[in-house]
């Protein structure tokens, strides 16, 4: 086991005119699940094969325990990878997929059985080690996938959206085993997905990027109470963060004419006369009274809740100021939700409003 450090890392593909990873600097800690999620294209993959030493690193420096390996082959950094499309050898079998790795080292025969035989009876692999790959279900090509990396006991696993070839059932599944797995054996994991849900109930901590920058980087919880930017404030989050451009008022901020208490030493970070606030779904109340009004277009009924979808339908003053009327959702408790077409008025308590600044799209709260 080790720590892992990414010093100012950088990576510029030939040819292109921006870095898609830039000057990143991210510490996990030994023994830490570490994931990096984010959009397609956003660098968490670069990221993670800069680790692996599959990407050049132009400038900075990754460095694993107390060795600088930037300049290292992936064979001489003790890593072990678990790639998106298992990578199994058709023609072997489970047990000499699993010991494959071994075998390239010199390990001796007895100790490379053990070993997988280890691994096999953690992951319930043992009825499974005579078996080709063609003979498993994609679950179980992947926990084959996941002993073949356990076996060589490395300092680091490496996991690059090892479950996006999984359907959604085997998927929760699987990620629970991975966690569960992974706080077991106690080994260093850097965890690559673009999946929020599977970041936020996977890492110990969970570091975000957009276009090859890191944008926050802390527990699951903290980026969702209290996300640094609009990116992770839309991003972490499902349904994602309602996000609404409110002009400042005396009080607060104004939402479809309706004042929505903010302090006034908050208010007066902004760089404009608006904000963006954020408000959860899970924030809204239904009100019999005033609110912010919304206009209902689609309502999904789950049993213990339903999601309302709909738009503000603002007044003049405050439609110029944000633009056309946003889209919106509101997870509400009740058993008989407003129907179609009805405008109704959400309550939102003060104490979960977050509040950004329009311009710079920093926290300001």
Not at 38 to 64: D, F, H, Q, Y
Request: proline share 5%; net charge negative.
């Amino acid at each position: 086991m080790a720590t892992v450090s990414f010093r100012e890392a950088v990576r510029t593909y030939p040819g292109s005119d921006h870095p898609a990873v830039n000057h990143l600097n991210l510490e996990i800690g030994d023994g830490e699940f570490m994931v990096l999620v984010g959009p397609s294209g956003c660098g968490k993959s670069t990221s993670l094969r800069m680790l692996a030493g599959l990407e050049e690193v132009n400038s900075g420096a990754v460095w694993i325990g107390d060795r600088d390996v930037t300049d290292l082959p992936p064979k001489d950094r003790d890593i072990a990878m678990v790639f998106q499309n298992y990578a199994l050898y058709p023609h072997m079998t489970v047990a000499d997929n699993m010991g494959f790795a071994l075998k390239m080292q010199g390990v001796a025969k007895d100790e490379r059985d053990k070993r997988v035989q280890d691994a096999a009876n953690l992951l319930g692999l043992t009825d499974l080690l005579a078996r080709k790959p063609k003979n498993l279900s994609g679950g179980q090509r992947q926990r084959v996938a996941m002993g073949r990396a356990i076996v060589r006991n490395p300092q680091v696993f490496l996991m690059d959206e090892p479950l996006s070839n999984l359907d959604a059932k085997l998927r929760v599944q699987t990620r629970t085993q991975i966690a569960a797995l992974q706080t077991r054996l106690g080994v260093t994991t850097v965890y690559v997905t673009h999946d929020q849900v599977e970041a936020m109930t996977m890492g110990d901590r969970v570091a975000v990027m957009k276009e090859g920058v890191l944008q926050q980087v802390d527990s699951p919880l903290v980026l969702y109470d209290r996300p640094a930017n609009l990116f992770v404030a839309g991003f972490i989050g499902s349904p994602a963060m309602n996000l609404i451009k409110a002009g400042i008022v005396d009080g607060g901020v104004s939402v479809t004419g309706h004042v929505v208490p903010i302090p006034r030493e908050v208010l007066d970070k902004a760089t404009g006369n608006t904000v963006t606030i954020g408000i959860r779904p899970e924030s809204f109340e239904l009100s019999e009274g005033q609110g912010i009004d919304m206009q209902i277009s689609v309502v999904e009924e789950t049993g213990a809740d339903s999601y309302l979808y709909g738009t503000l339908t603002e007044d003049a003053e405050d439609a110029a100021l944000a633009g056309a009327a946003p889209e919106i959702v509101a997870r509400v408790t009740t058993r008989r939700p407003p129907a179609r077409g009805e405008v109704v008025q959400l309550h939102v308590d003060p104490e979960t409003v977050h509040v950004f600044d329009s311009e710079t799209g920093n926290r300001i709260s």
